[in-house]
């Protein structure tokens, strides 16, 4: 194993804060900053709460390869330990904690197992060591049920106690990772995209071809959102409609036609994110920033200068200027960020799921390293049937399914229970967080999704006794969202302008699902209230239009931040109205609006709301001619 030095340990703590003096000879080493991750993977969904990424063991109940890395220790000596994690299984107070890991410090475990405590973040005591001039770190997973590690602080002070959250702590990482100095100047665009899902990456493609400078940001190492091999949902929605009917023609370059097979939680490779990669790579106009989460922005008078953008294993920081902007976080995170206006439905709102799946399987440890890490492996699995027994573990402290009911549970026939059917897990319906904030408990309903998955799968192969040789293949580790901030335009589309089939001077992009809102089910909510993991959605006569509806541009700018666009699911649309447009083409197909109409602000030197008031014959036009290379 090679082990260089990453950046972040190297930064040495020796100013005082306003909150807490900072001893000298203090070394932060950000987990995800390790020079090899192993077996675990990098989680950024949490870093705006958490103020980084963290390192999890998302190994399905095998422990995964140890992370490891070097540490230059500038006054060699006794140092105290600190590791900063959490039981992630203590907001239910559930038994076990199952997130259990080592730290070996120059190959010696510490007498501490991580993990075992605390629901929220906070820095565990590792005790004392004695460090030469060089140390290693090896973050050893004992479980493979989620342990997380955010980062280890090494201090000669052996009384000090760093601080567990809020500003002191961003303090501490600020001096002592470099965070407070300058962000490196990542250059200015006519359209800095923000978040590269299906919207994100059609708006970019759309106004680089359009002649724009563009700069996409986004915080995954592959393109796509939830469209992509790490959360796997298979984009719907139809393109290419009249009176506009090259609006979806880059959709259709990014999404393949459906083909048999093609569908959720699928293999990897039907989701092709070489193909939105290579698109985006192929356009000249276009600066892909891959694995960069932008976290801050500067806006002034409502029109917005610059975001800043953290790389999310090194730590980086970059500073990227621009004419207009476009969120297309699916959060509406720039927007929140800039006091955009936005709605959001904190209560009986549509939950998020953690797609997985089954299968007979001998070693799963090739995909366990999730192969979207690089995004230049092979994307496919490779799994060999087994007749081996596949035991799995009792796991106590998850949902408790023993003797409840779950989709795919056959009821018992005279005793025994039938084959359970294996199409029912794993699906989009096994779904939390309805009651919950959709921003601040993100990290407690990705959990509970994964709470629930394990449970059905204890319950089928421990309670049941079924597939005796079935491993839990895959399960995203990224919360799939379907609904969070909805960022107000001149326009907010409600479900009643879907059923009067309202008309608009200005549309601009087609919508052809149904009106689909999610629920608990009723059938699966006994003994879950509060908590329930299976979701229903609407359906009938009040919940279908005529389509396709072609839906209002005015929808795609925020109505006070004067240079701002978005697109995707956090665009201008009531709860509602957002059960038919948030389907991924149709998101895309925004994307592809936008980026029209960034091209138009650049060449006519207005802003977004003078294309609709001055120039929509423009907009017609480059609706009517399409961004399509095919
Ligand atoms: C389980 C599930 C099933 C669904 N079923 C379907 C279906 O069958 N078909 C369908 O079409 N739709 C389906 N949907 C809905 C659909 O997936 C979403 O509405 C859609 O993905 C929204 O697109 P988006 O581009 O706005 O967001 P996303 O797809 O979420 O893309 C946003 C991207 O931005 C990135 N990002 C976020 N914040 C930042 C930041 N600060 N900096 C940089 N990057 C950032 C994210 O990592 C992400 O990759 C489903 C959703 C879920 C969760």
């Known amino acids: ?331 509406g995170v720039l927007g929140a960020l800039v006091g955009a206006d936005f709605e959001m439905t904190e209560q009986g709102h549509m939950g998020v799921s953690n797609l997985w799946n089954v299968g007979a399987v001998q070693k799963n440890e090739y995909q366990l390293r999730c192969e979207c890490e690089d995004p230049d492996d092979p994307l496919s699995l490779q799994f060999t049937a087994s007749d081996q027994p596949a035991p799995f573990p009792r796991c106590p402290w998850a949902v408790d399914l023993s003797d409840k009911p779950f989709p795919g549970r056959k009821p018992t026939a005279g005793g025994e229970r039938k084959d359970a059917d294996l199409s029912q897990l794993g699906g989009w319906f096994w779904e939390t967080g309805f009651d919950r904030h959709p921003i601040a408990d993100l990290e407690r309903m990705r959990d509970q999704n994964l709470r629930a998955m394990y449970g059905a799968w204890d319950t089928l192969k421990n309670v049941d006794g079924q597939y005796p040789n079935q491993r839990l293949k895959w399960a995203a580790f990224l919360a799939g969202k379907r609904e969070s901030r909805r960022l107000c335009g001149d326009v907010v589309v409600t479900g009643e302008d879907f059923h009067l089939q309202r008309p608009w001077p200005d549309a601009a992009f087609p919508c052809t699902w149904h009106i689909d809102l999610h629920f608990p089910k009723t059938a699966f909510q006994k003994g879950h209230e509060g908590d329930e993991f299976i979701s229903d959605y609407t359906r009938g006569e009040g919940y279908a239009y005529q389509g396709p509806y072609w839906a209002p541009y005015r929808a795609l700018y925020s109505r006070n931040v004067d240079n701002l666009f978005m697109a995707g699911r956090d665009i201008s649309v009531t709860h509602e109205a957002l059960g038919a447009v948030r389907v991924m083409q149709t998101c895309g197909m925004m994307g592809e609006v936008v980026g029209m109409a960034a091209s138009l602000c650049v060449e006519l030197d207005c802003a977004p709301r003078a294309v609709y008031a001055d120039h929509l014959d423009e907009l017609r036009q480059l609706l009517r001619r399409g961004a399509g290379r095919r």
């Open 1 to 331: 194993m090679r082990l260089a030095p990453p950046l972040a340990t190297l930064a040495l703590g020796v100013c005082l804060t306003a909150q807490q003096p900072i001893p000298p000879d203090t070394t932060l080493v950000e987990a995800e900053a390790f020079a090899d991750t192993g077996g675990w993977v990098v989680d950024q969904q949490f870093m705006d709460l958490m103020g980084s990424p963290m390192l999890l063991a998302h190994g399905l109940g095998e422990p995964v390869k140890d992370a490891a890395t070097a540490v230059v220790i500038v006054h060699p000596g006794r140092h105290r330990v600190w590791v900063r994690t959490r039981d992630w299984v203590a907001p239910w107070n559930a038994p076990g904690a199952p997130g259990r890991f080592q730290l070996l410090v120059d190959g010696e475990a510490l007498a501490t197992t991580f993990g075992t405590e605390g629901a929220e973040w906070h820095w565990q005591d590792g005790g004392e060591v004695e460090l030469g001039d060089l140390a290693t770190l090896t973050l050893h997973d004992l479980t493979g049920f989620e342990g997380r590690c955010d980062a280890i602080l090494l201090s000669r002070d052996l009384t000090f106690t760093p601080p567990d959250s809020g500003d002191a702590l961003a303090a501490l990482r600020g001096q002592l990772l470099g965070w407070h100095a300058a962000p490196i100047d990542g250059g200015d665009y006519d359209l800095v995209v923000c978040g590269g899902g299906l919207a994100g990456t059609a708006a970019a493609i759309t106004a680089a071809r359009l002649g724009c400078k563009v700069a996409l940001v986004q915080d995954r190492p592959v393109l796509g959102g939830n469209g992509s091999s790490e959360v796997r949902v298979w984009p719907e929605g139809h393109t290419n409609h009249e009176p506009y009917p090259h609006v979806g023609d880059v959709v259709r370059e990014l999404v393949r036609i459906k083909q048999k097979g093609d569908g959720n939680a699928g293999n990897a490779d039907i989701y092709e994110d070489r193909r939105k990669l290579d698109l985006a790579r192929a356009e000249p106009n276009l600066t892909l920033l891959l694995e960069h989460r932008v976290h801050a922005a500067t806006c002034e008078g409502g029109h917005i200068t610059a975001v800043r953008a953290q790389h999310t294993r090194s730590g980086r920081r970059v500073e990227l200027r621009a004419r207009c902007f476009a969120d297309c976080t699916g959060d």
